[in-house]
Nanobody, 124 residues
């Protein structure tokens, strides 16, 4: 069904920004919802943001008002703009899609198809 390829991760200082992008390269499956989740070492996966086909979005409380998820239909990418980054945002970030899902960012880690991840490191 194709691949999801994340990019844009890196190492930044507290307060800086990063923009993650997920290329839906050749993905041919039906997509009902898309999102990002993250996982830090020793911690559970955390749903970060979700966007559905109608463009409705949902965010984890921990990132609300700092992160913005968007879909670029021309480039066929799923993007995550992350502003005012904090050390606690340090994690591997994954994009994920599914053909059927429960609405809400917290469910993104349960999506059936995800990429390999991109590392985000925020230092104080």
């Amino acid at each position: 069904q194709g691949r999801l390829v994340e990019s844009g991760g890196g190492s930044v200082q507290t307060g800086e920004s990063l923009r993650l992008s997920c290329a839906l390269s050749g993905y041919t499956g039906y997509v009902s919802c898309m999102g990002w989740f993250r996982q830090a070492p020793g911690k559970e996966r955390e749903g970060v943001a979700e966007i559905d086909r109608s463009g409705d979005t949902s965010y984890a409380d921990s990132v609300k008002d700092r992160f913005t998820i968007s879909k670029d239909n021309i480039k066929n990418t799923l993007d995550l703009q992350m502003n005012s980054l904090k050390p606690e945002d340090t994690a591997m970030y994954y994009c994920a899609v599914d053909s059927a899902c429960v609405s809400g960012a917290e469910y993104v880690p349960t999506y059936g198809y995800r990429g390999q991840g991109t590392q985000v490191t925020v230092s104080s």
